[in-house]
């Protein structure tokens, strides 16, 4: 992802946060509106405390079996961003922390995010090697040099 749509979207959700709060609070009291953040914020990290100390546990079974726990990394990544989410105040940053940090709408995101973040990153970085895909005909590059003297205008001309 380029960082300039990371900036973007970091810019993007403090605004709809406060697009978002100003209308609120007109309509339930300002009062009420810091309550609900203030709850909401409460109860998703009770929730992301619960679901990381769950994932933690599930990590360890699958090391200490000898499997790789790369959906547990992966939640455990995604339950760090809900907790961040859920800390900062709003209705959008509290949306976002909540779809993070409940299983029905993280799983959904974390294979999402295997499929279309972290799967081309790894084929890139290791050309094609990481799903199998390996060349078996030599090396894939474009930069391969034939060595057959045929191929050159000049063959054989210095023993004619």
Same mark, same amino acid.
């Given at each position: ?55 933690? +546990? ?72 990481? +799903? ?27 023993? +004619?």
């Amino acid at each position: 992802m380029q960082t300039r749509w990371v900036i973007a979207a970091l810019l993007a959700i403090p605004l709809l946060d406060t697009l978002l709060l100003v209308p609120l609070a007109g309509a339930i009291g300002f009062p009420a509106t810091v309550m609900l953040v203030v709850l909401t914020g409460l109860v998703g990290m009770l929730l992301v405390r619960a679901e990381g100390r769950h994932t933690l +546990s599930k990590l360890q079974r699958k090391v200490a079996t000898g499997g790789l726990p790369t959906n547990e990394l992966l939640d455990g990544g995604l339950l760090i961003a809900a907790g961040a989410f859920l800390l900062t105040p709003g209705v959008v940053t509290d949306l976002l922390g909540f779809l993070f940090a409940i299983p029905v709408t993280r799983y959904p995101i974390r294979e999402a995010l295997k499929r279309f973040v972290v799967r081309p990153y790894l084929e890139k970085q290791t050309n094609g090697f990481a +799903s199998g895909n390996v060349w078996v005909g030599g090396f894939p590059d474009d930069d391969v040099v034939n060595l057959d003297p045929e191929d050159y205008g000049r063959a054989n001309d210095d023993n +004619s």
